[in-house]
Every structure is written in C-alpha cells, then in structure tokens.
C-alpha cells in the first residue's frame, strides 16, 4: 500500500481538494483507495456523505491511532492511502508525515502562502518523508507558475511540473460529492488531476 499525506499549515491551499481528487483518481486508475481525515473540520468525511456509492471508503480517525488504521486498511485490501490533514496541529501533521511514503504540500502560488510552505516542510523534514509541492489554484496569467517556482526554490524541495487552475470544477463538483473528473471528465480540470495523480504515482514508485 502506498500512502500520501497531504499536507499544509496554511489554511485554505488545497488539502481537502487535493485528497478527494487524488483519492478518486486512484480507484480510476485501479486501486482500492481509502482516504483518511485526520481534521476535525471533516471535509472529506462530509464530501463523502453527499457522494453516492461506497468508494473511496471514507473515514475519520484520530492522528494517534493512524498506525491501527493503516494496518487494517491494507489487510482489508487498500492499496492507495490519502490522508487529509487539519492545517491547526502540527502534532497531527507529524503523525501523518511519518507513517507515508510522500508528502504532498498544495500551495497558493502568492507570496504570503510560499512563504508559509516553509513551517509544512519542516514537519516533513522531521519526519525524512520526501516532498512534493504542487501549485494550486493557478491563474491563468503568464508569469505566475514561473515566480512561484523561483520563490520556492529557496526550500530545496522538488516542485511538481503540474499544476492546478484556479477552476470552479474543482468547488462546483465537491458540492455534489464527486470530483472535477466525474463532473466534468473532458474538462481542463479533470485533465489536470489526471497528471497530478499520474506524476504522483510514479513519484511514489521511485521512493
Ligand atoms: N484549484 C482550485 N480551483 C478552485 N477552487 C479551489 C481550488 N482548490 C481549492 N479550491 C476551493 O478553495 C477552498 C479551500 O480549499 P480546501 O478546502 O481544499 O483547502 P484546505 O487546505 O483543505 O482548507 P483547510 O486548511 O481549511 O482544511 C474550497 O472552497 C475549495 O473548493
Ligand atoms: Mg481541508
């Protein structure tokens, strides 16, 4: 079983949105994915009761228990794991970071949030989880990506080569507990998380 943590102390970058698409971009691609909320704010959890049907299981847990909850997870066949996380508890972060294969990091591409990307890396760092940050809700103005990538180069950290667009798919979909690639499977946006999860994947294979 593979398993991601998606991670940010920021609030708002993305976490929630980037652990329901991943987690359904898994099952399409063939796995059995469960998703974990580790926030008590429970996103994901009530992103799923709006959802029809049963997959990805769903559930909420606490960070202290995650190891149990992993276990059982892939003796029940999970072979894809997403852990939501709250941006409020560093502790939390931490217990995620250190039970998976890859953090996941979304960032804003505006200065006030890279510049924040650095307190999430460091929860990373303490845990030796290797490190993706994605840029998330992209405007489609020229220079942005470009800036944002320079700004956080100062991290040492890869940046993925994807990115999300800042597109109403990605708010309008979960409204109705399906994700951008179920809304709108020929839109732009459901193409862009068709290559975030395939860049993620084969990131995961290599670590
Ligand atoms: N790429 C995007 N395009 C458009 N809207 C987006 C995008 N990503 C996230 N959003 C919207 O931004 C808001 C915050 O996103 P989300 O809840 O996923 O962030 P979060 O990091 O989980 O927040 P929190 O820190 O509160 O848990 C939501 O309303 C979501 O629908
Ligand atoms: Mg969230």
């Known amino acids: ?29 063939g796995h059995t994915a469960a998703l974990i909320d580790l926030d008590p704010q429970a996103s994901a959890v009530k992103w799923s009761r709006r959802r029809e049907g049963d997959s990805p299981v769903v559930i909420s847990a606490h960070s202290t228990l995650l ?5 059982t997870a892939e003796a029940g066949g999970v072979s894809f794991c997403v852990l939501d996380t709250s941006p409020h508890s ?31 890396i460091q929860i990373a760092n303490m845990a030796k989880v290797p490190i993706r940050v994605v840029l998330n809700g992209v405007k489609p103005s020229g220079s942005v990506v470009l800036k944002a ?10 940046c993925a080569p994807c990115t999300l667009g800042d597109r109403v798919a990605f708010s309008y979909s979960v409204v109705d507990g399906v994700t951008a690639q179920e809304y709108e499977p020929t839109g732009k946006a459901s193409r862009e998380v068709g290559a975030l999860y395939k860049y993620l994947s084969r990131e995961l294979e290599g670590v």
Do not use: C, N
């Not at 190891?67 to 276990?71: G, I, K, R, W």
């Open 1 to 29: 079983m593979k398993t991601l943590a998606i991670l940010s102390r920021k609030g708002g970058s993305g976490k929630s949105t980037f652990a329901v698409h991943l987690a359904v971009a898994a099952e399409k691609a």
């Open 67 to 71: 190891a149990q909850v992993l276990e």
């Open 90 to 120: 560093e502790s939390a972060a931490l217990d995620a970071a250190r039970v998976s294969d890859l953090a996941v990091i979304p960032s804003r591409p505006a200065i006030f949030d890279l510049e924040a990307v650095g307190d999430t």
């Open 149 to 158: 990538r320079k700004a956080l180069e100062m991290y040492d950290v890869p």
